[in-house]
């Protein structure tokens, strides 16, 4: 369903010209997300250079942000992304 719509809009755009490389990068929480302080950033980033060129698709983005736990720092991946989409309209789709 999700991963094949992704797919499918990569190939479209990069044939549009909106994506330099129109392939699909699949991202989980787990791939965004560290376990401890300064582990969120390198690992949101990461993902961020593999997709850039086509399209970010974040599974189940609604697991990043956890506010029933202080000590989550799913909030940090999301500020990293919204930073990226802001500053790399022209180059990246999530």
């Known amino acids: 369903g999700k ?4 797919v499918r809009m990569g190939q479209i755009l990069a044939k ?7 392939h699909v990068v699949l991202a989980t929480r ?3 997300v560290g376990q401890y ?5 390198p690992k949101t980033k990461e993902m961020i250079k593999k997709a850039m060129g086509g399209v970010l698709l974040v599974d189940e ?13 799913g909030q940090e991946s999301i500020e990293i992304l919204l930073n ?7 180059d990246l789709v999530v």
């Open 84 to 90: 990226v989409m802001e500053n790399n309209q022209d």
């Open 37 to 41: 302080v300064g582990h969120t950033a």
């Open 30 to 32: 787990d791939d965004l």
């Open 61 to 73: 983005a609604y697991y990043l942000y956890n506010a029933a736990n202080d000590r989550d720092y």
């Open 3 to 6: 991963t094949t719509v992704a």
């Open 16 to 22: 549009m010209g909106y994506a330099r490389r129109g």
